[in-house]
């Protein structure tokens, strides 16, 4: 069974920091990344952050420099952490893992959280 806590989202004001948390306590074999997502009222979902087993990062460009992601990959928990916000982050934030969640698994899946409001205020 795949469970995920989310947590740290909330309401700020523009160019304060928050920090969000997803710990991946479900089954796992192998991961292959853990990322975050992100989406706003009208709009689809996208990417903010990705971080691969091995620690490479890739950031939407509308972040980088200001947001950073990081993993505890004995913990399965990824990390996101949001400096200078601004009140376009404001979204729901998702986590993200790619993994195989069992050994019988032929390919690694994606794997959501329920999200967590990030608002910022101007």
């Known amino acids: 069974q795949v469970q995920f806590v989310e947590s740290g989202g909330g309401l700020v004001q523009a160019g304060e920091s928050l920090r969000l948390s997803c710990v991946d306590s479900?089954?796992?074999?192998?991961?292959?990344?853990m990322g975050w997502y992100r989406q706003a009222p009208g709009k689809q979902r996208e990417l903010v952050a990705t971080?691969?087993?091995?620690?490479?990062?890739n950031y939407a460009d509308s972040v980088k420099g200001r947001f950073t992601i990081s993993r505890d990959n004995a913990k399965n928990i990824v990390h996101l952490q949001m400096n200078n916000l601004k009140p376009e982050d404001t979204a729901v934030y998702y986590c993200n893992v790619r993994k195989k969640a069992t050994i019988f698994d032929t390919r690694a899946r994606d794997y959501w959280g329920q999200g967590t409001q990030v608002t910022v205020s101007s």
């Open positions: 479900g089954s796992t074999f192998s991961i292959d990344a």
């Open positions: 971080i691969s087993s091995g620690g490479n990062t």
